[in-house]
């Protein structure tokens, strides 16, 4: 796979222009995979594998929720966070509509509408991260700091492991 030339995506386009430090880690993406595979195929802790979650408020406000990729998000606990009345994850198409990534492949870096983004407050001590690159089979590897920097989330606590 070393030799395979991988096209630049918005993700990478974002993260260069803004001065991020990243390597590409590729692997053989499988359909409903998730981050387990993900993390077996590049020899990593699920635990540093950042899901990229698309959801919507009760209001229908899309917001991008960060969550390590052994953890799920309590979504009661998220409304209650962000003074919504309810949270819950969005389909495919609307993910697809809001991102402009699909789904396996979303990124949270230069995302097609402008969204609230909120991570798990513990990622940020992680002496290293692994989030999609903005295409199937494809993350990057970033510090917590360049994460925060470029995307200014918001922190909350709303894993459940």
């Given at each position: 796979?070393?030799d395979?030339?991988?096209s630049t995506?918005p993700?990478?386009?974002?993260?260069?222009?803004a001065?991020a430090?990243?390597?590409?880690?590729?692997y053989?993406?499988e359909?409903k995979?998730?981050?387990a595979t993900?993390?077996a195929?590049l020899?990593?802790?699920e635990?540093?594998?950042?899901?990229?979650?698309?959801m919507?408020?009760?209001?229908?406000?899309?917001?991008?929720?960060l969550?390590?990729?052994d953890?799920?998000?309590?979504?009661?606990?998220?409304?209650?966070?962000?003074?919504?009345?309810s949270?819950?994850?969005?389909t495919?198409?609307?993910?697809n509509?809001?991102?402009?990534?699909?789904?396996?492949?979303?990124?949270?870096?230069s995302?097609?509408?402008?969204?609230?983004?909120?991570?798990?407050?513990?990622?940020?001590?992680?002496?290293?991260?692994?989030?999609?690159a903005?295409?199937?089979?494809?993350?990057?590897r970033?510090?917590?700091?360049?994460?925060?920097r470029?995307?200014?989330?918001v922190f909350?606590?709303?894993?459940?492991?």
């Amino acid at each position: 796979m070393a030799d395979r030339h991988i096209s630049t995506t918005p993700a990478m386009r974002c993260l260069k222009e803004a001065g991020a430090s990243f390597s590409l880690h590729p692997y053989a993406y499988e359909e409903k995979g998730g981050t387990a595979t993900a993390s077996a195929a590049l020899h990593v802790a699920e635990h540093a594998v950042i899901k990229t979650l698309v959801m919507e408020d009760d209001a229908a406000a899309p917001l991008i929720v960060l969550m390590h990729g052994d953890c799920q998000v309590s979504t009661r606990t998220l409304a209650r966070q962000i003074g919504a009345r309810s949270v819950h994850p969005c389909t495919p198409q609307q993910a697809n509509k809001y991102t402009g990534y699909v789904v396996g492949g979303i990124s949270p870096f230069s995302v097609r509408y402008a969204m609230r983004i909120y991570m798990e407050a513990s990622i940020a001590d992680l002496p290293a991260l692994y989030i999609n690159a903005g295409k199937r089979g494809l993350l990057m590897r970033l510090s917590p700091a360049d994460l925060t920097r470029v995307l200014q989330p918001v922190f909350v606590t709303v894993a459940l492991p």
